[in-house]
């Protein structure tokens, strides 16, 4: 089954990349530049079933996203990229920089998914 992948980062060199990875893996990807965005896709979009955010990102940062896309829908389940963040609110996480087979083992670990 394919599943829909809602990315956001702020960097768009970032974001074509991880976009490129997660739909070679076999994922539907739906992207998004920033927190605001990115709510606004998973209003709209019922199928998305995975939220990969940055933390570092201005204005709505990764954590704050994360909680308000919970909020909005509980059984969304969440990855977040960082290159210098700490972990937060026992979410998954994966550092920046990583290849194509560190987000596939990732994502198979802690979402299950691609």
């Known amino acids: 089954m394919s599943h ?9 060199d970032v974001l074509d990349v991880v976009t490129s990875m997660l739909q ?6 739906v992207s998004a530049r920033n927190g605001a965005e990115a709510l606004d896709h998973l209003a709209r979009n019922e199928r998305i079933s995975i939220l990969i955010t940055d933390i570092n990102m201005p204005g ?3 954590h704050e996203l994360a909680e308000r896309a919970r909020r909005v ?3 969304l389940r969440v990855l977040q990229l960082s290159g210098r963040e700490p972990r937060r ?6 550092r920046k920089p990583f290849s194509l087979e560190d987000l596939a083992n990732t994502m198979k670990q802690t979402l299950g998914a691609c």
């Open 24 to 29: 070679e893996l076999g994922c539907d990807v």
């Open 89 to 94: 609110g026992g979410l998954p996480m994966i």
């Open 73 to 75: 829908r509980p059984g």
């Open 4 to 12: 829909v992948v809602l990315v956001v980062d702020d960097d768009a």
């Open 60 to 62: 709505m940062d990764g």
